[in-house]
């Protein structure tokens, strides 16, 4: 059953589509008509099971053995608890929740119940990233020392979700960390291979203010002097451009130019990004120490050109470099280096089938197969406590 219907749910829906022998789709939970019912569509759902809330889809005790939860991300916990409380096994999107007492809450319940609860943390099924953990701990390379991880969020990207979008407010959604970080954090614990004993962490919403407005810019693009010659204009972003409008729903009867426009002149997505009422973080920085006195590094930076991640692995006899696509090995001494290329597989879509291969191992472990990484709820709150602790340290003040 599938607990909201957007772009998120959408990608493991494909799952859904591709292997029918393995699992159907039999219930729609979707606030929105038109998601509801394109769902309800594609997959010959009745009316008796499509919901709008979650109340009334659980009221109704549908037979099934699993829900996926993709509603929006300030709204994981509730639909997850009674899910949990109905009988069903869940697979969660990430952050699981927005305080670290509901992770436990839902932790407990689902030990309580006997439920399965598997966290969307894909990073761990990219495919540069299996062989990396590997080679980490197979111990050629000797001790684990450090490892230093870059998020690369991408400007186009925080623009549209952490400045104008959805996502920009603290309170309403959740930290940046955890927002857009917990997975690589999860991917830093995983490869370290132990617990985080302490942290540090800095960061600052720097730039998106209103004093950094160029003189004469209006509240939205569409209607600005400055538009033409501005680094982040809407205009250029969704209507030149055409980037990042693939979340857009087109209405029946119209198009996507149709959807941009009413945005561009209406909508949360046409506004100027120094007019806009953003709270979250644009960089951060964060250290780790593992009980392994491993340190771990990250940093989270939305002023990039791309949307890439760099992770920097050092032992006591060689260091490893990875960007997603590749693997560099660099042993100390005469051995020769190795470069193992994923590029090919990372060209496939759903991040290189990564998240279908999630969506496959979650469905194994419902058969009682062994799972090949993917975090159950236990084992995904370590990356929620080391965010939740990080926004202390950030916020703390002296």
Same mark, same amino acid.
């Given at each position: 059953?599938?607990?909201?219907?957007?772009?998120?749910?959408?990608?493991?829906?494909? +799952?859904?589509?591709?292997?029918?022998?393995?699992?159907?789709?039999?219930?729609?939970?979707?606030?929105?008509?038109?998601?509801? @019912?394109?769902?309800?569509?594609?997959?010959?759902?009745?009316?008796?099971?499509?919901?709008?809330?979650?109340?009334?889809? =659980?009221?109704?005790?549908?037979?099934?053995?699993?829900?996926?939860?993709?509603?929006?991300? @300030?709204?994981?916990?509730?639909?997850?608890?009674?899910?949990?409380?109905? #009988?069903?096994?869940?697979?969660? $999107?990430?952050?699981?929740?927005? /305080?670290?007492?509901?992770?436990?809450?839902?932790?407990?319940?689902?030990? *309580?119940?006997?439920?399965?609860?598997?966290?969307?943390?894909?990073?761990?099924?990219?495919?540069? +990233?299996?062989?990396?953990?590997?080679?980490?701990?197979? #111990?050629?390379? #000797?001790?684990?020392?450090?490892?230093?991880?870059?998020?690369?969020?991408?400007?186009? *990207?925080?623009?549209?979700?952490?400045?104008?979008?959805?996502?920009?407010? $603290?309170?309403?959604?959740?930290?940046?960390?955890?927002?857009?970080?917990?997975?690589?954090?999860?991917?830093?614990?995983?490869?370290?291979?132990?617990?985080?004993?302490?942290?540090? !962490?800095?960061?600052?919403? !720097?730039?998106?203010?209103?004093?950094?407005?160029?003189?004469?810019?209006?509240?939205?693009?569409?209607?600005?002097?400055?538009?033409?010659?501005?680094? =982040?204009?809407?205009?250029?972003? +969704?209507?030149?451009?055409?980037?990042?409008?693939?979340?857009?729903?087109?209405?029946?009867?119209?198009?996507?130019?149709?959807?941009?426009?009413?945005?561009?002149?209406?909508?949360?997505?046409?506004?100027?990004?120094?007019?806009?009422?953003? %709270?979250?973080? %644009?960089?951060?920085?964060?250290?780790? $120490?593992?009980?392994?006195?491993?340190?771990?590094?990250?940093?989270?930076?939305? =002023?990039?050109?791309?949307?890439?991640?760099? /992770?920097?692995?050092?032992?006591?006899?060689?260091?490893?470099?990875?960007?997603?696509?590749?693997?560099?090995?660099?042993?100390? #001494?005469?051995?020769? *280096?190795?470069?193992?290329?994923?590029?090919?597989?990372?060209?496939?879509?759903?991040?290189?089938?990564?998240?279908?291969?999630? =969506?496959? %191992?979650?469905?194994?472990?419902?058969?009682? %197969?062994?799972?090949?990484?993917?975090?159950?709820?236990?084992?995904?709150?370590?990356?929620?406590?080391?965010?939740?602790?990080?926004?202390?340290?950030?916020?703390?003040?002296?």
């Amino acid at each position: 059953m599938a607990i909201g219907a957007g772009n998120r749910m959408r990608t493991y829906l494909h +799952y859904v589509k591709e292997h029918p022998d393995q699992v159907q789709l039999v219930a729609v939970v979707e606030p929105d008509t038109l998601r509801r @019912q394109r769902t309800a569509q594609q997959f010959q759902l009745p009316a008796t099971a499509c919901f709008s809330d979650c109340d009334t889809f =659980f009221a109704a005790d549908i037979a099934a053995e699993a829900v996926i939860i993709c509603t929006p991300e @300030q709204v994981h916990y509730h639909p997850c608890m009674q899910a949990i409380c109905h #009988g069903y096994n869940v697979l969660l $999107e990430k952050p699981i929740a927005q /305080t670290l007492q509901q992770c436990h809450d839902i932790s407990a319940a689902a030990q *309580r119940h006997g439920a399965v609860v598997g966290i969307c943390h894909v990073l761990r099924y990219f495919p540069a +990233y299996l062989k990396l953990r590997d080679l980490i701990h197979a #111990g050629t390379l #000797g001790q684990l020392i450090a490892i230093h991880h870059r998020e690369g969020v991408g400007i186009d *990207r925080a623009t549209h979700s952490y400045v104008r979008g959805t996502m920009n407010r $603290e309170h309403e959604s959740n930290p940046m960390l955890l927002a857009k970080c917990c997975h690589d954090i999860d991917l830093c614990y995983w490869l370290a291979g132990v617990r985080c004993r302490r942290v540090a !962490s800095y960061g600052a919403r !720097s730039w998106f203010r209103s004093e950094h407005a160029p003189a004469g810019a209006a509240e939205r693009c569409i209607h600005c002097s400055v538009e033409p010659t501005c680094t =982040f204009s809407a205009v250029d972003l +969704y209507q030149r451009r055409k980037q990042w409008i693939s979340n857009f729903d087109i209405p029946d009867g119209q198009t996507i130019d149709d959807v941009v426009e009413q945005e561009l002149h209406h909508g949360r997505y046409g506004r100027c990004v120094y007019r806009c009422d953003n %709270d979250v973080v %644009d960089h951060q920085d964060l250290i780790m $120490e593992m009980d392994n006195e491993v340190t771990v590094s990250l940093a989270m930076d939305i =002023f990039t050109a791309d949307d890439t991640r760099t /992770t920097h692995v050092l032992l006591s006899h060689g260091e490893i470099h990875c960007n997603e696509q590749q693997v560099e090995v660099i042993p100390f #001494g005469r051995q020769p *280096r190795e470069v193992f290329d994923y590029s090919d597989i990372m060209r496939q879509p759903f991040h290189g089938n990564a998240d279908l291969r999630l =969506f496959g %191992d979650f469905i194994a472990t419902l058969r009682g %197969d062994s799972a090949t990484a993917l975090p159950l709820i236990a084992d995904g709150i370590e990356s929620h406590r080391i965010c939740f602790e990080a926004e202390r340290c950030r916020q703390r003040k002296g």
